[in-house]
């Protein structure tokens, strides 16, 4: 399936490719990301992504040193990984990116982008309301 310009996000998850589970599902074996592919790129602070998924993968390891944080999730059936791709430091296991990180997402269809943005917006809105109570 392909994503047309001016294609809704609602009208991408009426599709029948869609596994139907709901929600978020984190922590998922890295095996699962085997065959996804790069679907754009995002800036978020690593303790903000770490707030809406959890902590990264701890079975990951990049071989090359070129990602060092990494999650393996699903969104609503959608199979998406965040990763650090190339974002400095040669730190190894124990770097820690900080503000405004640009996050490289994967997955198994467009709309990972979408869908992983979506979920790091619904968590900003949610700050704003908090600190205005």
């Excluded at 701890?58 to 990763?83: A, E, M, N, P």
Aim: glycine fraction near 12%.
């Amino acid at each position: 399936m392909v994503v047309k310009d001016g294609q809704t996000i609602q009208n991408v998850l009426k599709d029948a490719w869609l596994k139907s589970e709901k929600g978020i599902i984190t922590n998922l074996p890295y095996e699962m990301c085997i065959g996804t592919c790069g679907q754009g790129s995002l800036e978020a602070d690593y303790a903000d992504i770490k707030r809406c998924f959890g902590k990264p993968d701890d079975d990951y390891y990049s071989g090359d040193g070129k990602i060092r944080k990494h999650w393996t999730i699903s969104i609503d059936g959608v199979l998406c990984t965040i990763f650090d791709w190339k974002q400095g430091g040669t730190d190894g296991y124990r770097y820690v990116p900080l503000k405004r990180t640009r996050w490289s997402v994967g997955g198994s269809h467009p709309i990972c982008r979408r869908l992983v943005q979506g979920v790091l917006d619904g968590h900003y809105v949610e700050k704003v309301i908090r600190r205005r109570s």
